[in-house]
């Protein structure tokens, strides 16, 4: 009796709409705070590092993972990374793990449930001689023991579904950070794509 249950919004229960909006943004900010702890940040760096030595970056994520792998892989491309996310109609995005061997790194994005394409996929790259960066969340994950470096990210929400922001944060760290590395590389190649939006007329 009076068990809360695992998927009805705690907010809306106990105070409405307006109640649910701040424990979220409450909790974000509590997540987001965890994430600018000295250990948190030092993996972040780290994963940075191994990402920033690789031939190429190959991304995949699926399902909730999947707009954080996205984002990912859009920013660092429009700062001239080579990234490549392994997304394709007809589910043949992982072929392009064929192109890829060692000097090449793979991010995996996966939190709870964990998707089993993930976990291969992260296999098959360690077997092709892939460094492995995973963003998921909790030690247990099982990213966490095929990854050269893994980044923990908190996901708990007061909704009755988990937050992706702190991967998104984590996800913009890296490119931003990866930007950084790459100095006036990254600035040409950002001007570039910036020239080509106005010749198409992409923005209003």
Request: glycine residues 8%; hydrophobic residues 50%; aromatic residues 6%.
């Amino acid at each position: 009796h009076g068990r809360q249950d695992e998927f009805t919004p705690r907010g809306r229960r106990q105070g409405g709409d307006g109640a649910l909006a701040f424990d979220l943004m409450e909790t974000l900010e509590r997540h987001l705070a965890a994430l600018c702890r000295p250990a948190a940040l030092e993996d972040v760096t780290r994963a940075a590092a191994v990402l920033a030595a690789a031939g190429r970056v190959h991304v995949l994520g699926y399902r909730s993972s999947y707009t954080v792998a996205c984002h990912f892989a859009y920013v660092y491309g429009l700062a001239g990374g080579a990234v490549r996310l392994l997304d394709a109609p007809g589910g043949t995005g992982p072929d392009a793990l064929r192109e890829a061997g060692q000097g090449d790194a793979l991010l995996a994005v996966s939190v709870k449930p964990y998707t089993r394409a993930a976990v291969e996929l992260a296999d098959y790259a360690l077997a092709r001689g892939l460094d492995v960066v995973a963003i998921t969340d909790s030690v247990v994950s099982p990213l966490v023991a095929r990854a050269r470096v893994a980044i923990i990210v908190p996901t708990e929400s007061p909704s009755f579904f988990h937050t992706m922001a702190p991967a998104f944060a984590v996800a913009e760290a890296l490119a931003a950070i990866l930007a950084a590395t790459a100095g006036e590389g990254a600035l040409a190649a950002v001007r570039a794509m910036e020239r080509q939006f106005r010749a198409l007329s992409t923005h209003i």
